[in-house]
C-alpha cells in the first residue's frame, strides 16, 4: 500500500507560486498520483493526476521525479481563493479501491 | 457544480431517530461512494459500489446502511446513531473503481 506523506500546513502569500511535495516510496508501477482540493465543508475537487515526468492544466502544474518516489503540486501565483486543504493520493485508476486513502492533507494558508 | 448532488445539506438528529441522506449524480459514472470526514480528520472511506454491487464495507456500524438502487442514486440510512458519529458525509462518483471521483458537497450531519 503505497502511503503518503505531505507538509501538515504552508503559508504563502498572494502572487507567489506554491511547491507542495507528496512522498510514497512505496509507489507501484501502475499507481498514478492525483491531487484534491477541498475547502472547508466541502467535498474535495480533483486538481490533476500524473503518471510520470510533468502535467499542466489551467489550475496548476504536477512535477514527478524518474524514480516517481515523490511528486510536486506547483500552484503558479497563488491569490486567497487557494486557501484550502490539498490531498495526494497514490494508486491505480482502474482498480484498487483499497487504495483510496485520503492522508491529513496538507493546509494552505494564503495571505494578503 | 460538479455533477454530484446531496440532500439534505445540513441535518440534525436524535439518537433514536431514522433518517436517509441522498446522493445522485448526473455524470455517468458505474461507481459511487460514501465517506465520513469528523473534524479535523483525514476522510474515511466507508462504502463503495460499483454497478450497483457493494465491493467494499471499511467494518462500518451497522447503524450504518446504504443502498444503491441504481447507478445513478446512493443512499445512506442512519439509525439510532451516536454523538460521534456527527460528521461531514461525503458521496462521490467515478466512471469506475478508483478513477478521478468527483465530490458532492456534503451532508452536515449533527446528533444529539
Known amino acids: 500500500l503505497a502511503k503518503t506523506t505531505q507538509p501538515i500546513s504552508m503559508d504563502s502569500y498572494e502572487g507567489q507560486e506554491v511547491n507542495i511535495t507528496c512522498s510514497h516510496n512505496?509507489?507501484?508501477?501502475?499507481?498514478?498520483i492525483t491531487w484534491y482540493q477541498q475547502f472547508p465543508s466541502q467535498g474535495p475537487r480533483f486538481i490533476i493526476q500524473?503518471?510520470?515526468t510533468k502535467v499542466t492544466n489551467e489550475v496548476a502544474s504536477l512535477f514527478i521525479p524518474a524514480d516517481r518516489k515523490s511528486s510536486t503540486l506547483s500552484l503558479p501565483r497563488v491569490s486567497l481563493s487557494d486557501t484550502a486543504v490539498y490531498y495526494c493520493?497514490?494508486?491505480?485508476?482502474?482498480?484498487?479501491?483499497?487504495?483510496?486513502?485520503f492522508g491529513a492533507g496538507t493546509r494552505l494558508a494564503v495571505h494578503p | 457544480e460538479t455533477g454530484v448532488t446531496q440532500t439534505p445539506r445540513h441535518l440534525v438528529m436524535g439518537m433514536t431517530n431514522k433518517k436517509s441522506l441522498k446522493c445522485e449524480q448526473h455524470?455517468?459514472?458505474?461507481?459511487m461512494y460514501w465517506y465520513k470526514q469528523s473534524a479535523k480528520k483525514p476522510l474515511e472511506l466507508m462504502f463503495v459500489?460499483?454497478?450497483?454491487?457493494?465491493?467494499e464495507n471499511n467494518s462500518v456500524p451497522s447503524r450504518f446502511s446504504p443502498e444503491c438502487p441504481n447507478s445513478s442514486h446512493l443512499f445512506l440510512h442512519l439509525h439510532t446513531l451516536q454523538p460521534e458519529d456527527s460528521a461531514l458525509y461525503l458521496c462521490?462518483?467515478?466512471?469506475?473503481?478508483?478513477?478521478?471521483?468527483?465530490f458532492g458537497a456534503g451532508t452536515r450531519l449533527s446528533v444529539l
Open positions: 493520493l497514490v494508486g491505480a485508476p482502474w482498480g484498487g479501491y483499497n487504495k483510496l486513502i
Open positions: 512505496n509507489i507501484a508501477t501502475n499507481d498514478y
Open positions: 500524473g503518471y510520470k
Open positions: 455524470l455517468g459514472h458505474n461507481a
Open positions: 462521490a462518483s467515478s466512471p469506475r473503481v478508483a478513477n478521478i471521483q468527483y
Open positions: 459500489y460499483s454497478l450497483e454491487e457493494r465491493v
